[in-house]
């Protein structure tokens, strides 16, 4: 159930970000303000994963969908503009779906690890992670996993192609915290 509050933040809240059905993981842990709206935290996803926003989005609390609202679409959608994270998590260990190109279907598990004192420390920022971010349009995480295949092996009929197709170097082990630090410090909200 979503509450509706947007009272001031009280708390900073420890999330991890898991893709689902990476293996190893691909994860991210990250700070933030529990009175973060879900449209907020589409950019800090993005920006923290390493995703480029070229796509639709979508947040699944249980049966809820919460998103941009889209007269086309056959489900209803919640305006994800109204709705903060400590509406939908309040208890350590609640957590949800936060789906990335539908066409791919990039699903990420967001579990509330800690909740932590408001203090005037950054945010959002991340504070540890393991592996690169897919490159987009790669074909979720099946085609992910035989896009590594091919870009790990030189023989691989399509090593040429794909390493044309991103751009010369891949490395999945890439996990550059600075960077994406740097990155979430210039959103403005």
Known sequence: MVRKNNKASKSLYQIKITLVGSKPPIWRRLIVK????????????????GWLNYHLHQYRVGSLYIGIPEEDFDIEVTDERTVYLQDILSNLKDNFIYEYDFG????HKIVLEKILPLD????PVV?????ACPPEDCGGIWGY???LAAIQDPKHEEYEEMMEWVGGEFDP?????????????????
Not at 120 to 123: D, G, M, R, T, V
Not at 127 to 131: E, L, S, V, Y
């Open 127 to 131: 504070i540890t992670g393991k592996k």
């Open 34 to 49: 529990d009175n973060i709206r879900l449209d907020q935290l589409h950019s800090v996803l993005q920006v923290a994963m």
């Open 120 to 123: 005037s420390s950054a945010s």
């Open 173 to 189: 082990d890439e996990f550059n915290m600075n960077l994406i630090n740097q990155k979430l410090n210039d959103l403005k909200f």
């Open 145 to 147: 996993s035989d896009f």
């Open 104 to 107: 791919d279907g990039w699903e």
